[in-house]
Structure formats: structure tokens, C-alpha cells
């Protein structure tokens, strides 16, 4: 199968119901059908005609997993930025989830007491929407123009830490994502939320400045060591993390005929 035809999970519903009725084949098969003919048009209309839907039961009490597939790429285009394409659509992934979870319990007529497990998953959506909530609150934390005491320290050290938790999961994610045209969108979408980012921690330039540093080097040497190794290392942190993401645009973006 090509490549730019590959499906990632846009979000997936999952239950676990104590129940013995429904343990045959042509049962399930019956069950499937309903839950079809219920989700199919409710995730066509949230993810366009081509998304594809899964459905999985698995032996014992009554398991079921429903995962909806799409290409991310050609779903964002509908929004006016990335941002907003992916927070939209995470949310709308989340609501398709519950409705598909309570299409089960309602189709099987499962008591609140036989139901083990349910859960609602944002598949990639959610955890591009998460890596973009995150590196707001990071940047909005690197934002600070005052030097920072001793004591503040450990926060902005805490922040560069984050960052360096964001890129290893930013890492993680495009080595999971299945199409080019994914990795290539994610990529490019994150790499604009980096963008947003200040090269070097704004009170950096303060600290450059010769009397400043002459001074703090005799009051606390210690201080001063700090604090320009936290700073080149977020410096370092957000370099790289830029490079990686540009360099999975230009090897996924698609190639002009």
C-alpha cells in the first residue's frame, strides 16, 4: 500500500463490559453492525468520507475497541492554522469517543455495575494537542526578563527540563506516526510553535553585560555558574529540537513532480 494512503488512529473508544451475551460470532457480528451504522456517519462528518473505521472483540467478557483512522494532513487544511486545526479536532475526537462508548453500552444494555472499564482516546490528535499545550506553558515560563535569585533558580531550571521532556516526546511521537504526510504536518506545526519561542532566555543579555557579571562573580560564583549553564542549555535544548523538526519537514513534506 502507498505510503501517502496510510491511516493514523484519530481517536478510539474502548470498553470492557461484564457480560456473556454477546460471545458468540454472529452476535458480535450483529453488534458490530449497529455500531457501524451508528459511527460511521458521526466520524464522516467529523473526519471527511475517507476516515475508516476498526472494530475489535476480544475473547472472555465482552471487550471492545473502536479506533477511527484518517489522514491528519488532509484534515487540518479545513482549518485557518495548525493550532487551532488540531485543537478543534482533538476535541471533536474526544466527543466521537464517548458517543461511541455509550452506542456500545446502550446497543448491549450493560448495568452500570457491569461495566469494568471504559475509556475515550485522542489517538494522535490528542497527544499533538497535548505537546502544543505544553510548549505554551514552557514558553510562557521562559518568558520572564528578570534575572533569577538563587531560590528561582530551580524554576527556570525545572522549565528547561520540561523542555527537554517535550522534545524527547516530540521525538517519540514522529518515530510512531505511520504516514509522510503526518510526520511532514506535525513537524511543520510544531516547528511553528517553537518558532514563538525566544532564542535565549530573556535576561540572558542583562547577564552579559561587565559589571553585572563582574559583581556577581564576587558576591556568588556559584550563582553565576548557574546561570549561564541553564541558559546555554536551554539555548542548546531549543536549537536542536528546531533542527530535528525541520529536517522531518524536508524529508516527509511531499516532493514537487
Known sequence: MADYIRREVLCEAYTHLDIKNFSDANSREALEKQIREFIIPRAEFIFGEEVELQITFDDGSLKTKIAMLGAVAGLITAYPDFKSGIDNLSRDAIVLAQAAN??????????????????KRSGVLGRVNHLISTSEKIRDNAGHSRIPTANELKEVTENVDALQRWFSDTESLMQKLESNDTKACVAAGLLEELERFPEELPWVAQTRKDNFKARLLIEDVELA?????????????????????????????????
Open 225 to 257: 555558574t548557574s546561570l549561564d549553564a541553564v541558559a546555554a542549555r536551554y539555548a542548546r535544548l531549543l536549537a536542536i529540537a528546531k533542527i530535528h523538526l525541520q529536517r522531518e519537514v524536508e524529508i516527509h513534506a511531499p516532493k514537487n513532480a
Open 102 to 119: 455509550l452506542e456500545v453500552v446502550f446497543k448491549t444494555r450493560t448495568a452500570s455495575c457491569d461495566r469494568i472499564r471504559i475509556e
